[in-house]
């Protein structure tokens, strides 16, 4: 027996989305059925749909998902009809490799099961994302909703929120770190909040002007307009950490004098190769480093989300219905929204 569910899919690259009927699996004795209430709309998202990335077709996008508990199987402890509950990037992973046991299932040796476009490490069933009225998922990879959050800017905490969280704890900021971001955007407001959040001096790279009285809002201290020589050379040897969201090949060299002794600019926002040219002078001189970071773990999330409803942070939004999702994608290509599109999922009955 299966869940009958309606959602969004692209069949096709490049495909407008459309109503799609699926099915979900039958409920195992450890899943936990939700309600789809919101979801976030990621730039992952775009990228699956566009077919930029490798994508199994049909596709239904969608993981910073915000629902309500409906059913629960006969082992389930942690959570009850009625909760309110969250599911990110991953639904599952191999359990037993390194990573898995250290609670950091995003670098599962085996590979995670992503939410959607990936197949089921059981049934080897599809995955299909939050772009639908419901889902299924392991007790382990459900995430409790703190009691005190707004539930519509909580969706992409799922996703932006602990893809900035994860370095910034493992960078081990603190209120004596000195912190810049690169990029003011879905990734980059949150990392802003979160960063601020955790006590840190925080400085916005950006290329453009007019984005001071904003970056100030979400808690900046400073603007350095990285297109100006004289401001990028007034912050050399300045930063601990850099968290670097852009999601597009860009060049590195500018920002690496920046970073202080031992310091580290991790890249959040890009997949692929960079500008083959990389001046290593300043890492060596330095003991500077570039790393990377992929989402987090579950227990991770869990710790940000309880962080972010004690600090009261949540993501800035801009609510659509689902039948807009196309024109969202548009504006998200020209950085036409601030910062981060969350879908109310109630408006799927329009399709019914």
Same mark, same amino acid.
């Given at each position: 027996?299966?869940?009958?569910?309606?959602?969004?899919?692209?069949?096709?690259? *490049?495909?407008?989305?459309? %109503?799609?009927?699926?099915?979900?699996?039958?409920?195992?004795?450890?899943?936990?059925? +939700?309600?789809?209430?919101?979801? =976030?709309?990621?730039?992952?998202?775009?990228?699956?749909?566009?077919?930029?990335? #490798?994508?199994?077709?049909?596709? !239904?996008?969608?993981?910073?998902?915000?629902?309500? !508990?409906?059913?629960?199987?006969?082992?389930?402890?942690?959570?009850?009809?009625?909760?309110?509950? =969250? @599911?990110?990037?991953?639904?599952?992973?191999?359990?037993?490799?390194?990573?898995?046991?250290?609670?950091?299932?995003?670098?599962?040796?085996?590979?995670?099961?992503?939410?959607?476009?990936?197949?089921?490490?059981?049934?080897?069933?599809?995955?299909?994302?939050?772009?639908?009225?419901?889902? !299924?998922?392991?007790?382990?990879?459900?995430?409790?909703? %703190?009691?005190?959050?707004?539930?519509?800017?909580?969706?992409?905490?799922?996703?932006? &929120? +602990?893809?900035?969280?994860?370095?910034?704890?493992?960078?081990?900021?603190?209120?004596?770190?000195?912190?810049?971001?690169? =990029?003011?955007?879905?990734?980059?407001?949150?990392?802003?909040?979160?960063?601020?959040?955790?006590?840190?001096? !925080?400085?916005?790279?950006?290329?453009?002007?007019?984005?001071?009285?904003?970056?100030?809002?979400?808690?900046?201290?400073?603007?350095?307009?990285?297109?100006?020589? *004289?401001?990028?050379?007034?912050?050399?040897?300045?930063?601990?950490? +850099?968290?670097?969201?852009?999601?597009?090949?860009?060049?590195?060299?500018?920002? +690496?004098?920046?970073?202080?002794?031992? &310091?580290?600019?991790?890249?959040?926002?890009?997949?692929?190769?960079?500008?083959?040219?990389?001046?290593?002078?300043?890492? @060596?001189? =330095?003991?500077?480093?570039?790393?990377?970071?992929?989402?987090?773990?579950?227990?991770?999330?869990?710790?940000?989300?309880?962080?972010?409803?004690?600090?009261?942070?949540?993501?800035?939004?801009?609510?659509?219905?689902?039948?807009?999702?196309?024109?969202?994608?548009?504006?998200?290509?020209?950085?036409?929204? #601030?910062?981060?599109? @969350?879908?109310?999922?109630?408006?799927?009955?329009?399709?019914?």
């Amino acid at each position: 027996m299966t869940i009958k569910v309606l959602g969004y899919s692209a069949q096709q690259a *490049k495909a407008k989305l459309a %109503p799609y009927h699926f099915d979900r699996r039958d409920p195992r004795v450890d899943d936990v059925v +939700i309600e789809i209430l919101y979801c =976030g709309v990621c730039h992952s998202d775009l990228h699956h749909v566009y077919g930029d990335w #490798k994508t199994h077709y049909p596709v !239904v996008p969608g993981h910073e998902i915000i629902g309500r !508990v409906t059913q629960v199987g006969n082992k389930v402890t942690k959570f009850k009809p009625g909760d309110l509950v =969250g @599911v990110g990037c991953m639904v599952d992973s191999c359990q037993h490799c390194e990573p898995c046991h250290h609670g950091l299932e995003q670098y599962c040796e085996e590979g995670s099961t992503l939410t959607y476009n990936s197949l089921d490490r059981h049934d080897h069933m599809p995955t299909f994302g939050g772009y639908s009225d419901s889902i !299924v998922a392991a007790e382990k990879f459900v995430l409790k909703i %703190p009691h005190n959050m707004d539930l519509k800017s909580a969706a992409p905490l799922l996703c932006a &929120g +602990i893809t900035t969280w994860s370095p910034l704890k493992h960078w081990n900021v603190t209120k004596n770190s000195r912190v810049a971001v690169v =990029g003011l955007g879905g990734l980059g407001h949150m990392a802003i909040k979160l960063a601020k959040g955790l006590g840190a001096e !925080v400085t916005l790279f950006t290329r453009s002007k007019g984005k001071e009285q904003d970056a100030i809002r979400l808690g900046a201290d400073h603007i350095v307009l990285s297109t100006d020589d *004289k401001q990028m050379a007034s912050v050399h040897n300045q930063f601990d950490l +850099i968290i670097d969201t852009v999601p597009s090949i860009h060049d590195l060299n500018p920002y +690496i004098p920046t970073l202080a002794l031992n &310091g580290t600019i991790v890249l959040v926002g890009y997949l692929g190769d960079l500008d083959p040219f990389l001046n290593t002078a300043p890492l @060596v001189m =330095g003991r500077k480093s570039i790393a990377g970071s992929l989402i987090g773990g579950i227990a991770e999330t869990q710790q940000m989300l309880d962080f972010c409803a004690k600090h009261n942070i949540t993501s800035d939004v801009e609510m659509i219905d689902i039948q807009y999702i196309d024109k969202a994608y548009e504006r998200m290509l020209k950085s036409d929204v #601030k910062y981060r599109f @969350v879908i109310d999922m109630a408006s799927l009955k329009k399709d019914k």
